[in-house]
């Protein structure tokens, strides 16, 4: 007899039924919410394309998927319950019902005085004990071990069984396949947005490249043709929000008039936009125009770098067309 059960029992008790549950710990409504919170959490941050990594040598750096990890703590988590689950005892004595759990130290969890027992019977496939509107449900013992609790409390009635709706077999197996498929298109969505973002910087920077080369060909030309100092300024800046990335690039370029002010020749912005989609969409290219005299001829100048670049572009309407 384990040491706790000797503690807990009177001098005047004697053991009369003694059983452990068996199977698996049924998979309840809190659990199910607290897994699903845990992959929610995890895929989050997976589906906006961020990606973790472990430098398992100073030049050694592992990608680390957030499901994997995800899984490996509802997996866990799991084996705790079914761990506490098959760690309960009941125990029936000449004197009460007693229930242990506890996984490092067993602990008396619940107990029922054999005088208020009314009657024994079936909830589902489990026996219970009732005592008025109550009832102290033995889960993990099955319909077998009904008719032994029954003997062991000296024969109660024998109330009519409580017919719940049939559990269906397969609710663990489709929830662990359910959640590993979550997680298996989490991590796949989140592949093809840091494509995506890969392929947007790439864009952005040929874009770059292309406003610049722009720039640098404008202001030769106006210098040679005007022999004036030419100023250009490229201002870039970037928009990220979880619907849509940007880069920027405002083109101005101006020469100097009278004695302290000057005349800006040249005003565009060009942006790189990547809209956020399930399967993300090539960047697209916009053309802005303000006002700026030679500004036809650097959107020309700036088309031919596009062109160079293989970008296509979404130009003004009527400006610069071929």
């Known amino acids: ?51 973790f990594t472990w430098a398992a040598r100073p030049k050694i750096v592992v ?14 988590i799991e084996s705790l319950r079914f761990v506490a689950f098959r760690s309960r005892l009941y125990v029936v004595t000449n004197e009460r019902v007693l229930a242990f759990s506890g996984t490092l130290k067993t602990h008396l969890r619940a107990q029922l005085d054999a005088t208020r027992v009314r009657g024994v019977q079936l909830v589902g496939n489990e026996p219970a004990i009732a005592t008025g ?9 099955d319909a077998v071990d009904l ?20 559990r269906r077999r397969w609710r ?3 929830a662990a396949l359910v959640a590993v498929l979550f997680a298996a298109a989490a991590e796949g969505e989140g592949v093809l947005q840091r494509q995506g973002e890969r392929d947007f910087q790439a864009m952005a920077t040929k874009v770059h490249q292309a406003v610049l080369d722009a720039e640098a060909a404008i202001c030769t030309r106006v210098a040679i043709a005007t022999g004036l100092p030419v100023s250009r300024k490229c201002i870039e800046s970037n928009v990220h929000n979880m619907f849509v ?4 690039f405002h083109s101005r370029i101006a020469v100097p008039v009278h004695a302290r002010g000057t005349d800006e ?9 990547r809209t956020m ?41 009527g400006v610069n067309e071929r």
């Not at 020749?265 to 060009?270: M, P, Q």
């Open 265 to 273: 020749i040249v005003s565009v912005e060009t942006r790189c936009v």
């Open 63 to 76: 990608p680390v998927p957030l499901m994997i990890p995800a899984l490996l703590i509802i997996a866990l």
């Open 147 to 166: 008719e032994s609790v029954r003997e062991a409390l000296g024969g109660p009635p024998l109330l009519a069984p409580i017919h719940l709706e049939r």
């Open 245 to 248: 990335s940007e880069a920027r």
């Open 133 to 141: 509107e109550r009832k102290l449900l033995l889960t993990g013992l």
């Open 172 to 174: 663990r197996p489709i």
């Open 1 to 51: 007899m384990p040491a706790f059960l000797t503690h807990t029992l009177r001098p005047t008790e004697t053991v009369r039924f003694e059983q452990r549950p068996l199977g698996f710990p049924p998979l309840t409504s809190r659990a199910v919410v607290l897994y699903a919170a845990i992959l929610l959490l995890a895929a989050f941050p997976t589906l906006s394309g961020t990606v």
């Open 277 to 317: 989609n399930v399967v993300p969409w090539p960047p697209s290219v916009s053309i802005r125009v303000e006002s700026g005299r030679e500004n036809a001829t650097f959107l020309a100048e700036l088309r031919r770098k596009l062109d160079a670049a293989h970008v296509e572009a979404t130009w003004p309407r």
